[in-house]
Nanobody, 120 residues
Framework: QVQLVESGGGLVQPGGSLRLSCAAS????????MGWYRQVIGKERELVAT???????TYTDSVKGRFTISRDNAKNTVYLQMNNLKPEDTAVYYC??????????????WGQGTQVTVSS
């Protein structure tokens, strides 16, 4: 049914850049917001950035000024531009859609995850 396909991860040197993309397919009744999370095995999942239908954005303090979230409604895709990457940014990044399902309430859809490794 609803699927989120991520791409753009990889290995990059400190100070480099990557752009993650997440393309959504299937029918979603209503999208409250889209976001990007990241997680290192053994640690809690961390919210990185969100963007609402009105294009309001939020960022966790550690990425402000370096990361930018955006969306392309025509392509049904959300992006995360990551600049000046640091080793502590290394994680698996997950795309998220928080939706409202009629008669069921809020529901989260997740991408498969894409690995970002920042190292020399």
């Amino acid at each position: 049914q609803v699927q989120l396909v991520e791409s753009g991860g990889g290995l990059v040197q400190p100070g480099g850049s990557l752009r993650l993309s997440c393309a959504a397919s299937g029918r979603i009744s209503y999208i409250n917001y889209m976001g990007w999370y990241r997680q290192v095995i053994g640690k809690e999942r961390e919210l990185v950035a969100t963007i609402t239908s009105s294009s309001t954005t939020t960022y966790t303090d550690s990425v402000k000024g370096r990361f930018t979230i955006s969306r392309d409604n025509a392509k049904n895709t959300v992006y995360l531009q990551m600049n000046n990457l640091k080793p502590e940014d290394t994680a698996v990044y997950y795309c998220n859609i928080n939706s409202l399902v009629p008669a069921q309430g809020l529901y989260d859809y997740w991408g498969q995850g894409t690995q970002v490794t920042v190292s020399s």
